[in-house]
Nanobody, 117 residues
């Protein structure tokens, strides 16, 4: 059974930092491109960062220089370090696993990040 379980969300003040984690199970983790997405109220779900099986990251311009995606294949975990947070970063953050050579495309249930003073 495939599972992606996010954690690390919460309330943070503007300018602060959070580190999100996503633990995967039920598929061959190191074969998949892992990604972080977010969805703010009333808006579509947008990609923030992806990290392929070879370790190459890609970032959306909105988070480039502030967010860092990393993965630990031994722990089957992907992380998102978020710095210099602002109110526009308030959203539900989702972990995604995608097999670029096959049909596998999985989502976690999300973790809420609220940036407010």
């Amino acid at each position: 059974q495939v599972q992606l379980v996010e954690s690390g969300g919460g309330l943070v003040q503007p300018g602060g930092s959070l580190r999100l984690s996503c633990v995967a199970s039920g598929f061959i983790f190191n074969h998949y491109t892992m990604g972080w997405y977010r969805q703010a109220p009333g808006k579509q779900r947008d990609v923030l960062a992806t990290l392929n099986s070879g370790g190459t990251p890609n970032y959306d311009d909105s988070v480039k220089g502030r967010f860092t995606i990393t993965r630990d294949n031994a722990k089957k975990t992907v992380y998102l370090q978020m710095d210099s947070l602002n109110a526009d970063d308030t959203a539900v953050y989702y972990c995604n696993a995608q097999d670029l050579l096959g049909p596998g495309n999985y989502w976690g249930k999300g973790t809420l990040v609220t940036v407010s003073s």
